[in-house]
C-alpha cells in the first residue's frame, strides 16, 4: 500500500522560511515526476511547484517564483520544498503528489492538471502578518 507522506508545515511569520518534506512508503519517489500543491479555505487548488522525475525540469506558478524551490534527494526517497520570503496569502494546506506516469517528465502538465497518482494528507502553512 503507497503511502505518501509531508512534513515540516507550521506557523511562521511573514518574512520567514520552511521546508516542506514528502516521502513515501511503497513507491520509489524517483521514478515519477513530483509536485507540491496548495489550498487555502474557499479557493482552489493549485500546483504551485513541480519537478520531473529526471529533476532536469522544474515548473514555479507565478505567485512563488523567486521564493519557493523544490527539490528531490533520491537516495532519501524524499521531495523538498523550500519556502523563503513567506507572505501572508501563502497560507494554505499543502499537499504533495506523485505523478500519474512513470518518468513520465511532465512536471508542467503535473502542477497545470493535478493528474496525480498519489497524494498525501496534507501540512498546514500559516503565516502571519
Known amino acids: 500500500q503507497v503511502q505518501v507522506v509531508e512534513s515540516g508545515g507550521g506557523l511562521v511569520q511573514a518574512g520567514g522560511s520552511l521546508r516542506l518534506s514528502c516521502t513515501a512508503s511503497g513507491l520509489t519517489l524517483r521514478d515519477y515526476d513530483m509536485g507540491w500543491f496548495r489550498q487555502a479555505p474557499g479557493k482552489d487548488r493549485e500546483g504551485i511547484s513541480c519537478?520531473?522525475?529526471?529533476?532536469?525540469?522544474?515548473y514555479q506558478t507565478n505567485a512563488v517564483k523567486g521564493r519557493f524551490t523544490i527539490s528531490r534527494d533520491n537516495a532519501k526517497n524524499t521531495v523538498y520544498l523550500q519556502m523563503n520570503s513567506l507572505k501572508p496569502e501563502d497560507t494554505a494546506m499543502y499537499y504533495c503528489?506523485?505523478?500519474?506516469?512513470?518518468?513520465?517528465?511532465?512536471?508542467?502538465?503535473?502542477?497545470?492538471?493535478?493528474?496525480?497518482?498519489?497524494w498525501g494528507q496534507g501540512t498546514q502553512v500559516t503565516v502571519s502578518s
Open positions: 519537478i520531473s522525475w529526471s529533476g532536469g525540469t522544474t
Open positions: 503528489a506523485a505523478g500519474a506516469y512513470w518518468h513520465g517528465d511532465y512536471a508542467n502538465m503535473l502542477c497545470r492538471t493535478g493528474e496525480a497518482r498519489h
